[in-house]
């Protein structure tokens, strides 16, 4: 797969991947902002924000406009707001990919924050706040991000809550676009049957003549503020949703790639040990797994599963039993052969559609400013030995560094204490 990165002349970076061989171009537009950039009094709007993009432009004044202009070529787009970046996207037949960076472009630089369907957005978002909240497996990850982080921007919940978002104003929307939405904090990443060429002319034709703008600044994160490590919701529901998490590494931490590997022994694929234990061995749970996500100075390391609601205290301390084993002996030469194989293919199999390699290229330029190159990342992948495993094992698996949540039936609050205070 061939790059080439290009920055304009008021920075905005661009950079594309010609894949010749398939029928589409992908487009991901990535703005270096999301929930963890904004105040509490804020919290929410870079998602509003991504869903006021879509209500109508200048040019295509209402959401179905801006739809059908893609839907119409054959195309799909969708959008989505994360901790740290916010990222718009379009897929459509190679042949219309100058449509597809058109239409972004109107909706990033032309939207009307039309006031009446401002109002009507800030009910759409506060149902779907609701939504995730009664939804338990839903609402069992927020907690346990709750538990980790507690009362800190890395905390709190990426869409906001019921009340903030019922009083921020369209003028704190357009003050905070102004703000984040420039140049220099943006990467269009374009992928597919397209000429670099072409590519970067239409960048400089929709966005060129816009002031690079500053970039802003985020939050560190700090110790838990105001949050128990365990969090159990009690419903009136039959299954239990469990998770286990700690705080990991960071995007560019040395152990990033022990951690990877970590997280593929345990708990991806049917050949993981957590599967095996937890729903092949002992029959806990019908979903299981890890899961690792990584930021600019944290990460995030957790273990979930969907169990019967009196089987919680037995599937934690499952869970915890493996990682005691980790934390005792090294993964073996023979076992970790085949979790190499299974996360290079799982690799190499993610970049097969040319929106997974753009999506692939933007985040990493907008968040790390370069782009490893796909054989080194397959050779950090099978370089990783069982004593980087262990390693990274002993930095997160720590006493106390444990946090808890659940939705379920039954209140375990104080076993699941005992459990994973007992590593």
């Known amino acids: 797969m ?54 109508g432009t200048r040019r295509r004044p209402d959401a179905m406009l801006i739809s059908e202009a893609i839907e119409g070529a054959g195309g799909r787009m969708n959008a989505f707001t994360g901790k740290e970046t916010t990222c718009y996207v379009a897929k459509v037949p190679f042949e219309k990919s100058a449509l597809a960076m058109e239409v972004l472009a109107d909706m990033l630089n032309e939207s009307l924050f039309d006031p009446d369907e401002f109002e009507r957005e800030r009910k759409v978002i506060q ?12 609402w069992a990850g927020e907690l346990l991000v709750q538990s980790v982080y507690g009362d800190q921007p890395m905390g709190w919940d990426i869409a906001g809550t019921v009340e ?21 904090n943006m990467v269009v990443a374009v992928a597919g049957n397209i000429r670099s060429d ?28 105001g949050a128990d490590p365990v969090i159990v919701e009690t419903r009136s529901i039959t299954q239990a949703n469990l998770g286990i998490a700690a705080r990991s590494v960071s995007r560019q931490d040395p152990d990033r790639w022990g951690l990877s590997m970590l997280s593929s022994v345990l708990g991806r694929g049917m050949s993981s040990r957590l599967f095996k ?7 806990l749970a019908y979903s299981v797994g890890c899961g690792a ?55 190499r199999l993610g970049l097969e559609d040319s929106m997974a390699v753009a999506r692939w290229l933007g985040e990493h330029l907008m968040t790390l400013h370069e782009v490893p190159e796909v054989e080194e990342v397959v050779q950090r992948l099978r370089g990783v030995t069982p004593q980087e495993i262990q390693q990274v094992a002993q930095r997160i698996f720590v006493p106390g560094g444990f946090s808890v949540a659940v939705t379920g039936p039954h209140d375990h609050t104080e076993e699941l204490r005992q459990v994973i205070h007992a590593i």
């Open 2 to 55: 061939r790059t080439q990165v290009f920055r304009l002349p008021n920075s905005l970076r661009v950079i594309t991947a010609e894949l010749p061989g398939t029928q589409a171009a992908s487009i991901a537009i990535y703005v270096g902002t999301g929930s963890r950039y904004e105040h509490r009094r804020l919290n929410g709007v870079s998602h509003y924000i991504e869903h006021m993009l879509f209500k």
């Open 127 to 138: 149902e779907e706040i609701k939504r995730s909240q009664d939804s338990p497996a839903a």
């Open 164 to 184: 903030i978002v019922g009083q921020v104003t369209r003028e704190d929307l357009l003050d905070y676009m102004a703000a984040w939405y420039v140049p220099n």
């Open 198 to 225: 072409e590519v970067v002319a239409l960048c400089e034709q929709y966005f060129g003549d816009r002031p690079a703008g500053e970039l802003g600044t985020y939050t560190p994160v700090g110790p838990r503020v």
């Open 277 to 283: 234990e937890v729903r092949e061995r002992r029959g």
């Open 293 to 347: 996500a990584r930021y600019y100075d944290t990460g995030l390391f957790s273990a979930h599963a969907g169990v019967a609601g009196e089987k919680v205290v037995e599937t934690a301390q499952v869970i915890m039993d493996e990682f005691r084993k980790l934390l005792a002996e090294p993964v073996t030469e023979e076992e970790l052969a085949k979790v190499r194989e299974y996360s290079v293919g799982d690799f």
